[in-house]
Nanobody
Framework: QVRVVESGGGLVQAGGSLTLSCAAS????????MGWFRQAPGKEREFVAA????????YYADDVKGRFTISRDNAKNTVYLQMNSLKPGDTAVYYC?????????????????WGQGTQVTVSS
């Protein structure tokens, strides 16, 4: 059984920074990809960033490129999302999940083992 727990959300002013953490426990395969998604009220869940555990290849949504950085600590089975230059439009619940071994990384239906989410609120 795999468990994923996000943390680090909070309230921040526009232009500020937050770092989210995603700790995975259980049987984690080294070939996995872990991703961050977010969902704002009344909107669909959208892809934010993903990282491959082996090799560290990273992928970002266009809206966060240059502002967000995804990284991982394999020894801790933890993935981080450093968010800088935050905008009110970044306000959402942020979720972490482990990707299944098929499908594109931007599609949330290709992910399993979702966390409970962490709220990020950016005030103007």
């Amino acid at each position: 059984q795999v468990r994923v727990v996000e943390s680090g959300g909070g309230l921040v002013q526009a232009g500020g920074s937050l770092t989210l953490s995603c700790a995975a426990s259980g049987r984690i395969f080294s070939s996995i990809v872990m991703g961050w998604f977010r969902q704002a009220p009344g909107k669909e869940r959208e892809f934010v960033a993903a990282i491959r555990y082996i090799g560290g290849s990273t992928y970002y949504a266009d809206d966060v490129k240059g502002r967000f950085t995804i990284s991982r600590d394999n020894a801790k089975n933890t993935v981080y999302l450093q968010m800088n230059s935050l905008k009110p439009g970044d306000t959402a619940v942020y979720y972490c999940a482990i990707k299944r071994p098929f499908g594109i990384h931007t599609d949330s239906s290709n992910y399993a083992d979702w966390g409970q989410g962490t709220q990020v609120t950016v005030s103007s």
